[in-house]
């Protein structure tokens, strides 16, 4: 819970405009991990659950999440997104594309 708190201030730091982040600031906080293109790309593919191109809070917090399990904890990019890890308000639209 303190992660998402944390992750939440740093979202809000990146200046959201309308809620969520432009194309290129997400990019660029990807890019800062330190992840090859591919790791990121894969990344980026399982966060931005909605297909939309725009990282919103929730979204944000999945792809720091995935990026730190790389990171810190040396797991794989899985090849969906666990069900533990798609937040509640994204679990119906997962449904819908069959990967809940």
Known sequence: QDSV???RESFEALGPEGGFLS???ARDVLVK???GKD???RIWNLSDIDRDGFFDMEEYVVAMF???AVIQKGRPIPESLPATVVPPS???LM???GGL
């Open 5 to 7: 708190e944390r992750l």
């Open 23 to 25: 194309p290129q600031t």
């Open 33 to 35: 991990t330190g992840l």
């Open 39 to 41: 790791q990121l790309r």
């Open 66 to 68: 995935l990026c730190d």
């Open 90 to 92: 994204k679990r119906a």
């Open 95 to 97: 449904k819908e594309r």
